[in-house]
């Protein structure tokens, strides 16, 4: 007799289902497919009292969780991105009412005499309402994704490296006359996180490579259709895409199809924080300063 499958959006949820038939004595085998995704099989006869188990279990836990299944397989949404973008729009109102962007804005020949947090805080600003809107719509999209994928710590540390790489490739390669400001390359970088995503597949079931080349070309698309926009910065963009691809690839590898250790993603999350107070205090300290 064939088994019968319950499908799961995630390998965490198939992982919790499957403790929960255990503790009913419920038989059931944890199935994975890189093209339909994760799921449980139990027997048919089993099939009402692992459902009924599973509802119940629903029931108890149905409290407000950051991160959130969507309806793909595999594929989930962290809710924290809303508030990163919530503090890029705090910064906007704040820019706009005071003169602290020309603090934290990139300015090639200052950061040449040090002022290396510049790569950082210009991450915060936006010329106007128009270019800060592009990148909250855009952003909490591919911010959500990478923060699901590798944990709210990792996923925006990695995307906010990722975009102070764009920020230093705009340094090295423009004069000293250059000056840029804005969240597009840690958009870019979070976008690059989440194009890699498959390589833990391939890496598990190399007759994924099909899956994992057309989440690269699909991502690359992306890129194409909002990163190359002749009045943008497009170094900052392709910088921070590339820089965010490396490092998804990097933990994809390391994390497989797990989500990485709670701890590391406190780590991530405490150095990205500090990262933002300690750029913004040398900024507004060295102002005082002069």
Not at 41 to 53: F, I, K, N, S
Request: hydrophobic letters at 55%; glycine letters at 10%.
């Amino acid at each position: 007799m064939e088994s019968t499958v319950i499908p799961a959006y995630s390998r965490r949820q198939a992982m919790d289902w499957s403790l929960v038939l255990a503790s009913q004595d419920v038989p059931t085998t944890i199935l994975h497919d890189p093209q339909s995704g994760w799921a449980l099989a139990v027997e048919p006869t089993d099939y009402e009292r692992a459902m009924e188990a599973i509802r119940l279990y629903r029931l108890e836990n149905r409290g407000w969780n950051w991160q959130q299944h969507l309806p793909w397989p595999g594929l989930d949404f962290h809710f924290g991105s809303l508030i990163i973008c919530f503090v890029l729009a705090f910064m906007h109102a704040l820019a706009s009412r005071s003169d602290i962007a020309p603090l934290g804005m990139m300015n090639n020949a200052l950061v040449a005499q040090g002022q290396w947090w510049r790569v950082f805080t210009a991450i915060f600003l936006h010329a106007d309402i128009a270019h800060l809107v592009s990148n909250v719509v855009f952003g909490v999209i591919v911010l959500g994704l990478a923060m699901a994928r590798f944990g709210a710590g990792l996923g925006l540390l990695g995307a906010f490296s990722a975009g102070a790489v764009g920020n230093i490739l705009g340094y090295l390669f423009y004069n000293e006359a250059h000056r840029g400001l804005g969240a597009s390359g840690m958009m870019m970088g979070a976008l690059g996180l989440v194009t890699l995503h498959y390589l833990a597949f391939w890496r598990q079931h190399p007759r994924a490579t099909r899956l994992a080349l057309k989440a690269i070309l699909a991502g690359a698309a992306i890129f194409l259709m909002f990163g190359v926009d002749p009045t943008s910065d497009v170094l900052a963009h392709l910088g921070g895409f590339v820089a965010g691809a490396l490092i998804g690839g990097v933990l994809s590898f390391i994390s497989h199809d797990k989500a990485p250790p709670k701890w590391l993603n406190a780590m991530a999350l405490i150095t990205f924080i500090g990262l933002a107070i300690l750029s913004w205090s040398l900024a507004v300290g060295l102002a005082r300063h002069v």
